[in-house]
């Protein structure tokens, strides 16, 4: 596969506005830098206005949702609708609270979103699709099911739909296709979707394709963690990282 989408991302370094949950600033912000991209954190809301102005992208992640991020996110979600940038939403844990379906009922209501991504269990949860989770993972993963309920997200939101997991599957209501790249260790370490969400994120801001930008961002993410632990000596998870953050900066 050609990936002239993250040359793209490298070749503009979009600027991507993450409001995203404080687990994952640190390692999402080193990640975009080494794909390619410019990160920026910025949840206050006095500054919202003048934050999603000039940013080329932004990405919404309700990890650690609290009241006060909400009015931010409804804030830049506007203005990026307003410029016609691209918009990501990464539902982190929408099915555990109320707090959190609630959120995101009133994100999506509001704010036209350029793609939705999260693992199996978030997603069904956007279409009413019963599905086992435990706090913010998905447990089951009935492969059979992801294709309908990625194309029932895209149409009901007119958007991209990224269903991750073991085999991921993409969709924007017209084609769908399924990405196998990756590694097991993806799951055992925190902010790997978090950090996927920015990556599709830099790489929309950077296409004017946005299906094949986010195919090919899915399929690099997850040859870029196949290469780092098939070319470096991995003891486990704690080594993966950075072999893994060295890797998306490299051509595979």
Not at 145 to 161: D, G, P, Q, S, W
Not at 191 to 219: D, K, M, V, W
Request: aromatic share 6%; with cysteine; net charge neutral.
């Amino acid at each position: 596969m050609t990936n002239n989408a993250i040359t793209q991302v490298r070749n503009k370094n979009p600027l991507i506005h993450h409001l995203t949950n404080q687990v994952v600033m640190n390692f999402t912000a080193n990640g975009l830098l080494a794909f390619g991209g410019s990160p920026i954190m910025a949840k206050e809301a006095l500054e919202m206005d003048e934050m999603a102005k000039i940013a080329d992208g932004i990405l919404i992640n309700i990890g650690t949702l609290t009241e006060s991020d909400l009015t931010s996110m409804l804030m830049a979600g506007k203005i990026a609708n307003k410029r016609r940038i691209p918009i990501v939403l990464d539902p982190v844990g929408v099915a555990a609270t109320s707090f959190r379906s609630d959120a995101v009922k009133k994100l999506l209501k509001e704010i036209k979103f350029s793609a939705i991504k999260g693992n199996a269990g978030e997603m069904a949860f956007l279409v009413d699709t019963p599905w086992q989770t435990k706090g913010v993972e998905s447990i089951d993963e009935n492969t059979s099911e992801l294709a309908t309920i990625a194309e029932e997200i895209a149409r009901k939101h007119n958007t991209i739909a990224l269903v991750t997991g073991k085999t991921d599957v993409l969709s924007d209501g017209k084609q769908t296709i399924e990405n196998k790249s990756g590694h097991s260790y993806l799951t055992k370490i925190t902010g790997a979707g978090c950090l996927l969400g920015s990556l599709i994120t830099a790489s929309l801001a950077a296409s004017n394709n946005p299906f094949q930008a986010i195919t090919e961002t899915a399929h690099f993410y997850g040859k870029a963690a196949e290469y780092a632990v098939n070319s470096n000596q991995i003891n486990g998870t704690g080594t993966f990282i950075p072999h893994f953050i060295d890797a998306l900066s490299k051509n595979l």
